[in-house]
């Protein structure tokens, strides 16, 4: 059967959940249009969560990667329009490491664009009445870093149709304890990723539309 890879992040900093990860873990095991969803929680960490992730590309050979993590403060679900080359953490990762100032992969060029329908998967997203918008920054820590080498694995693996990153905003029990923070409801993060597989498995050509960014 077809497979599709979904990723989410374990907690990091000071959180106890990530909503990334608890929102993929609900669609785990299901069909979507004919495709099974396999879910893999990555470890916030450098490295190794890019050899969970080509683990997991490696044994599932799916037809579509999403990566997800949070992103706690932005207000909407953010498709990530580009992955830099560049290591550069604000805070250690879950396994204490804090590289500032290095390269993804030594050998990689500047920057990889996302392959998925970026504008019709937003505009999809609108139309359902979930807020949503294109990123043009992953950030430059464990996100960036993920997405990053996704995009370098996909650029050497050709069956694989699409890739990309997702950043989602807090949980209203992660906002909580964050006071005036956005959030978003897991159900609606859950359907969000539904639509975005739909989307993605459906529109041949991306459209063009203005992105409409807020940030
Ligand atoms: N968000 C972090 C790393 C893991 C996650 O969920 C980031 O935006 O880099």
Sequence with gaps: ???ILLTGFAPFGSETSNP???AVRVLHGSLIDGHEIV???LPCEFNTSLDVLAQAIDVHKPDIVLCLGQA???TDI???RVAININDARIPDNAGQQPIDTPVTEEGPVGYFSTL???AI???LRDNGIPASVSHTAGTYVCNHVFYGLMHQLSRLPHVRAGGFVHVPYSPQQAAAHPGAPSMALGM???AIRIMIKTSLHTAKDVKVSAGITH
């Design 72 to 74: 706690g403060g932005r």
């Design 117 to 119: 329908p970026m504008k």
């Design 20 to 22: 990334s990860w608890e």
């Design 39 to 41: 879910g893999v929680e």
């Design 122 to 124: 937003v505009q999809a």
């Design 78 to 80: 953010s498709v990530e």
């Design 1 to 3: 059967m077809r497979k």
């Design 189 to 191: 993060m859950t359907e």
